[in-house]
């Protein structure tokens, strides 16, 4: 049973044309994160929200915006995808509280492509 | 700020050989400790994880002990087979810091039959 689902697996973009991810997750977990993974490379954290309280990395463009409109679902905006944002983006969700943050627990996974 | 280092790749092996993958971290507090695998076009997956000190996870053959006093948690399996052959990340996740998960840069395993 998948608990973190992202949609779609494949995604093509224009250059310049804005596009959206999607994350949905079915464990009730508090907070969610969205990762950018470039090809042999470590999964790179743009941002996380801790239930509504947004996070962003010092490092993430302008161009990257999320939204988190309820619990269940995480949306990763790239306003004008350049070449350079062509990589594999990953959603995650995880249980915070007090000290202590379960682990992290993954979706497939979005492969964007930018002609 | 928090940090995982863990040994570059590719690591080659034949297949039953014994695997070590190194990982030692910087973080304040206490934090939890984690193994991550990810096959070919695929998401992570927790391998395992430790959540204090001497704690040792383990999961399909493969385990890791958190060593406070080295910062250590290396990752080990005494016999590896072809279908081990992914990527292997380190990482650690703690409650203050804003509960994120910090990802060492990956160690690519290649187990040859």
């Known amino acids: 049973d998948a608990m973190v689902i992202q949609n779609p697996r494949y995604q093509v973009t224009q250059f310049g044309k804005p596009v959206t991810l999607s994350c949905s997750q079915t464990l009730n977990h508090n907070v969610m994160y969205w990762y950018q993974q470039k090809s042999s490379q470590a999964p790179k954290l743009l941002f996380h929200y801790y239930d509504k309280d947004f996070n962003n990395e010092a490092d993430t463009p302008d161009n990257f915006q999320s939204r988190r409109p309820n619990t269940s679902f995480c949306f990763l905006d790239i306003r004008s995808p350049g070449l350079g944002d062509a990589a594999m983006y990953l959603c995650a969700t995880s249980h915070g509280q007090g000290l202590m943050n379960t682990e992290a627990f993954f979706g497939q996974g979005t492969r964007l492509t930018v002609v | 700020g928090d940090s995982v280092t863990q040994m570059e790749g590719p690591v080659t092996l034949s297949e039953e050989a014994f695997l070590t993958i190194n990982c030692t971290y910087t973080?304040?507090?206490?934090?939890?400790l984690f193994w991550y695998v990810q096959y070919p076009g695929e998401g992570l997956q927790l391998l395992l994880k430790?959540?204090?000190?001497?704690d040792k996870g383990s999961n399909k053959g493969f385990e890791a002990t958190y060593r406070k006093e080295t910062t250590s948690f290396h990752l080990e399996k005494g016999s590896v087979q072809v279908s081990d052959s992914a990527v292997y990340f380190c990482?650690?996740?703690?409650?203050?810091?804003?509960?994120?998960?910090?990802f060492g840069a990956g160690t690519r395993l290649f187990v040859k039959a």
């Open positions: 430790a959540t204090k000190a001497d």
């Open positions: 973080a304040t507090g206490y934090p939890s």
């Open positions: 990482a650690l996740s703690r409650g203050t810091g804003g509960f994120k998960t910090i």
